[in-house]
T-cell receptor
Framework: KQEVTQIPAALSVPEGENLVLNCSFT??????LQWFRQDPGKGLTSLLL?????REQTSGRLNASLDKSSGRSTLYIAASQPGDSATYLC????????????FGTGTRLQVML | DGGITQSPKYLFRKEGQNVTLSCEQN?????MYWYRQDPGQGLRLIYY???????QKGDIAEGYSVSREKKESFPLTVTSAQKNPTAFYLC????????????FGQGTRLTVV
């Protein structure tokens, strides 16, 4: 059974800092890995999806990488802004159940002025 | 605009009542999902459906029921058998093959009164 872990659970950084959020998974037969953002009381917003054949994806100030052999994905946020403050969730699906996601518990990010 | 619509945003249930949460999508996605989110925990899968008139139990299906009579709609009923229904419920949809990026609704917060 796929298990997904995110460390740290919470992170506080000053504005402008570059930061890395970590996600690890136990089953390397991964189909894809998706990163989401969640604001308090809201639904999830998809940020990036990395398919198993890819090593990274970029969108604006965000870059996500995938290393299947080590069971890890990272989300890199460049030049962080107060508007980036939210909870970031990663989710993995495995081959055979391509669309069924297993979620980590998230990293709560606060970017301070 | 394409997307997923959940209603209502807030729902209150009395002890012993069944309540139904609505989820509609206009993304032409084959798969739809219901997740439950509790404070400090990741999203847990309740039910999912990959085709009309078919659905599968997720990790925490007890006390819940679903139907998939139309591709666009996947309502969730929280029955009186669910002993701890107070939670944030999220509906999602995706393709089932290829680029299976999942999109989420804005959620329904259910409270037992």
């Amino acid at each position: 059974k796929q298990e997904v872990t995110q460390i740290p659970a919470a992170l506080s950084v000053p504005e402008g800092e570059n930061l890395v959020l970590n996600c690890s998974f136990t089953d390397s037969a991964i189909y894809n890995l998706q990163w989401f953002r969640q604001d308090p009381g809201k639904g999830l917003t998809s940020l990036l999806l990395i398919q198993s054949s890819q090593r990274e994806q970029t969108s604006g100030r965000l870059n996500a990488s995938l290393d299947k052999s080590s069971g890890r994905s990272t989300l890199y946020i460049a030049a962080s802004q107060p508007g980036d403050s939210a909870t970031y969730l990663c989710a993995a699906s495995i081959t055979g159940t391509a669309s069924k996601l297993t979620f980590g518990t998230g990293t709560r990010l606060q970017v301070m002025l | 605009d394409g997307g997923i619509t959940q209603s209502p945003k807030y729902l209150f249930r009395k002890e012993g009542q069944n309540v139904t949460l609505s989820c509609e999508q206009n993304l032409n996605h084959d798969a739809m999902y219901w997740y439950r989110q509790d404070p400090g925990q990741g999203l847990r899968l309740i039910y999912y459906s990959q085709i009309v008139n078919d659905f599968q139990k997720g990790d925490i299906a007890e006390g819940y029921s679903v139907s998939r009579e139309k591709k666009e709609s996947f309502p969730l009923t929280v029955t009186s058998a669910q002993k701890n229904p107070t939670a944030f419920y999220l509906c999602a949809s995706s393709k089932i093959q290829g680029y299976t990026e999942a999109f989420f609704g804005q959620g329904t917060r259910l409270t037992v009164v």
